[in-house]
Antibody
């Protein structure tokens, strides 16, 4: 069974940093591109970033480019999202996603003073 | 950027009725890279359909997807009370990946 389990969310002040993790199991993690998608409270789904199976190619939404960094450790079957320069508008549930397979349960990031 | 427009915003139907949800893309999706997701209140989204018409693992066959080009449809053949949710379409044909605004399905 495919499982994606996010962690690392929490309350952070504006301008602060946070690193999210997504532990993957039940499939060959190193063979698949992975994505982060977020959802602000009461709002719709927004794509954030993706990374190739070997980690050499990354892409970002304009809203996070230059502040967020996606990475992965295929030996640990784990996906990461390093978030720097956080803003109030980054407040959201962050989901780890493998396209055509499924979603994690999400981790809540709150940016507030 | 590919913009996805979903309609209607809300659908209110009775159990056993047929639901038809529409998703229109601002440009053709060359390889049918279109997915549908279901999100129940307070839960993470769940993948229903990928590749426009392929059901994800464990999804009942009363959910079906169709369409090509820029017009896609999710059909729920016989509504069940547990189908009450917001349904999102998503394109993964081009960057940035994008989602529609969602259709809320209410069961009377």
């Amino acid at each position: 069974e495919v499982q994606l389990v996010e962690s690392g969310g929490g309350l952070v002040q504006p301008g602060g940093s946070l690193r999210l993790s997504c532990a993957a199991s039940g499939f060959s993690f190193s063979s698949h591109w992975m994505h982060w998608v977020r959802q602000a409270p009461g709002k719709g789904l927004v794509w954030v970033s993706r990374i190739s199976s070997d980690g050499t190619t990354t892409n970002y939404a304009d809203s996070v480019s230059g502040r967020f960094t996606i990475s992965r450790d295929n030996a640990k079957n784990t996906l990461y999202l390093q978030m720097n320069g956080l803003r109030a508008e980054d407040t959201a549930i962050y989901y780890c996603v493998r396209l055509e397979q499924g979603w994690g349960q999400g981790t809540l990031v709150t940016v507030s003073s | 950027e590919i913009v996805l427009t979903q309609s209607p915003d809300t659908l209110s139907l009775s159990p056993g009725e047929r639901a038809t949800l529409s998703c229109r893309a601002s440009q053709n999706l060359d390889h049918k890279y279109l997915a549908w997701h279901q999100q129940k209140s307070g839960q993470a989204p769940r993948l229903l359909i990928y590749g426009a018409s392929n059901r994800a693992t464990g999804i009942p066959d009363r959910f079906s997807g169709s369409g090509s080009g820029s017009d896609f449809t999710l059909t729920i053949s016989r509504l069940d009370p547990e189908d009450s949710a917001v349904y999102y379409c998503q394109q993964y044909n081009g960057l940035p990946l994008s989602f529609g605004g969602g259709t809320k399905v209410e069961i009377k």
